[in-house]
Structures are given as C-alpha cells and as structure tokens.
C-alpha cells in the first residue's frame, strides 16, 4: 500500500465518522425531544402537584359509583312503598 492510498483510506475513515457522528447528534436530539414529549405526557397522566386524568378518573369513577348506589336506594324506596301502597289500600273503580 502506498502512502497515498493510506493516506486517502485514513480520509475515508474519518470522512465516515464524520457521517457516523452527524447522524448519532440527529438521534440524540429526536431522543431529546422524545423525551420531552414523553415528561409532558407523564404529567398529564400522573399530575404535577395536582391531580393529573389517573386522579381525575378515579374520583369521577368514585363518585359514579355512590350515585349508582343512592339511585339504587331510592329505586328500591320508591319501589317498596308502592308495593305497600298497593297491598293495604283497595282502589275501588
């Protein structure tokens, strides 16, 4: 090998971890970014000091879920005191 077929093998190499070093700094700043975006979502989950949408769908779900149980109770009231009303009161037509 001559030194001058070194010499542009040595350029080669160098021109292609230049290429190698461009496109790991293009990954590293989607990365970056990724990472960003992922934070920002994190906090819309989660919260940050205050109740994030997990929070918030645990008490909407909390709350559903008592106003299933008094809809219930009343059904059931109402259904109770019908029955009542209707075993002990004749209705003459």
């Known amino acids: 090998m001559t ?4 010499d542009d093998s040595i350029n080669n190499l160098f021109n292609r971890l230049g290429d190698l070093n461009k496109s790991l700094t293009a990954i590293s700043e989607q990365n970056k970014t990724i990472f960003n975006t992922l934070k920002d979502i994190d906090k819309a989950i989660n919260g940050n000091g205050r109740p994030g949408l997990i929070e918030r769908v645990t008490t909407l779900e909390t ?3 008592g106003a299933n149980k008094n809809v219930t109770v009343v059904g059931w009231l109402i259904t109770t005191l019908v ?4 075993a002990f009161f004749k209705h003459t037509n």
């Open 3 to 6: 030194d001058k077929e070194r």
């Open 63 to 65: 709350q559903s879920s």
């Open 83 to 86: 029955a009542i009303y209707a």
